[in-house]
């Protein structure tokens, strides 16, 4: 017996176990099979060694003929010829050997859409169905699909690509550059930074009433924000919540009063008391009981889908109801935290994330072990 290195279209390396009168057109078939592609992928192999075309030239020579040894390396050549192959035949391999590395990698979105690519092609020639994808350019394309993550490391790794350009609003407690002036244990915040790509900042509610940065007992290894009971941000104007048939909202938090809510009480979130929460939706209103510790860290989501609505603890859904209004009140322009209409919040604030859609169970639920992870909650 015997070994030599293989290197395939994917990039994944082995080392192959052979018997030294074993052909090399052999020992390539098992490697091809094992990488699990179709075989007419494979142009041809060389050996690493001098770069000298094997294959083509020596498939009916042995290992021992060759003069391999183990230090001996074979690489895998893609057949990507124009000649032979249409446009798109050539785009399926290349997503194919994308699906095995994204895999290989750990990507739970390992699967590609053929049909959610940027451009899709009209046999070998440009054509009037060459790019009937308008949203072909969204992120993550064209691996839509999303899977269940345990601990996800980002929001682009919890969501689709196509909910991805809804993430309208994202204060990261835990990146001290998004506070304005700086993060100074007990200094005051004048500015919470919009990590989304709108820069939808939030800023203090008038006057003094500033919430502070703290950082002297860390939370998952992070400092956050603290509100005293008066302190409120907003994002004024803000319109992107005017009748809208579906949004997503997450806190992490702990302490008492009210959380979020719009200028018209829609994406209203509150802990009313040490076991009780208000929230409510475009003059739908609701308290739930028996529900929180609020000494405690927790993270609360709340869904709003075309009249349905759903409030999420610590990951488990605790109220699922259907009310009449169909979207969020069209006079939305004001969006507060630290705030739920009624009340201010006392408390901390950790990470503040909203979606102007409503997100998928796999997509929230991801959101969610993405915060848990994340904040040690």
Do not use: C
């Amino acid at each position: 017996m015997a070994t030599v290195k293989y290197r395939g279209l994917s990039g994944t390396r082995v080392v192959l176990t052979v018997n030294t009168s074993d052909t090399l057109t052999t020992i390539t078939n098992a490697a091809i099979a094992d990488e699990g592609l179709n075989a007419n992928y494979y142009a041809d192999f060389f050996l690493l060694r001098d770069n000298s075309v094997l294959l083509s030239n020596s498939g009916a020579q042995t290992y021992a003929q060759l003069n391999l040894t183990a230090d001996d390396e074979l690489v895998a050549v893609l057949d990507d010829d124009p000649a032979t192959y249409t446009k798109q035949e050539r785009q399926v391999r290349k997503l194919e050997i994308a699906s095995i590395q994204r895999k290989d990698d750990g990507y739970a979105n390992h699967v590609y859409d053929l049909t959610s690519l940027p451009d899709t092609y009209n046999g070998n020639v440009p054509g009037a169905d060459d790019n009937p994808n308008t949203d072909g350019l969204l992120p993550k394309r064209p691996w839509i699909e999303v899977g269940a993550v345990a601990a996800p490391t980002s929001i682009a790794e919890a969501v689709d690509g196509g909910s991805l350009p809804d993430l309208q609003v994202w204060y990261d407690g835990a990146d001290t550059s998004t506070y304005i002036p700086n993060a100074t244990d007990e200094g005051q915040i004048t500015q919470w930074t919009d990590k989304s790509d709108f820069a939808h900042n939030a800023n203090p509610d008038g006057g003094s009433a500033k919430p502070t940065y703290e950082n002297t007992v860390l939370q998952g290894g992070y400092g956050y924000l603290e509100f005293d009971g008066n302190d409120q941000l907003s994002i004024n104007p803000f319109t992107q919540l005017q009748s809208q048939a579906g949004f997503t909202v997450f806190i992490v938090h702990k302490g008492t009063g009210g959380l979020t809510a719009t200028n018209t009480d829609d994406l209203k979130v509150g802990i009313d008391s040490a076991t009780s929460m208000t929230y409510g939706m475009n003059g739908y209103a609701n308290t739930q009981s028996g529900l929180t510790d609020a000494d405690q860290w927790m993270y609360t989501t709340l869904v709003f889908n075309a009249g349905n609505t759903i409030l999420r603890l610590k990951g488990s859904e605790v109220a699922n109801v259907t009310q009449g209004a169909a979207t969020t009140n069209a006079g939305n322009t004001t969006f507060y935290i630290g705030y739920d209409g009624n009340s201010n919040f006392t408390g901390f604030i950790a990470e503040v994330i909203l979606f102007n859609k409503a997100l998928g169970s796999t997509e929230y639920t991801n959101v969610e072990n993405y915060l848990k992870t994340k904040w040690g909650l």
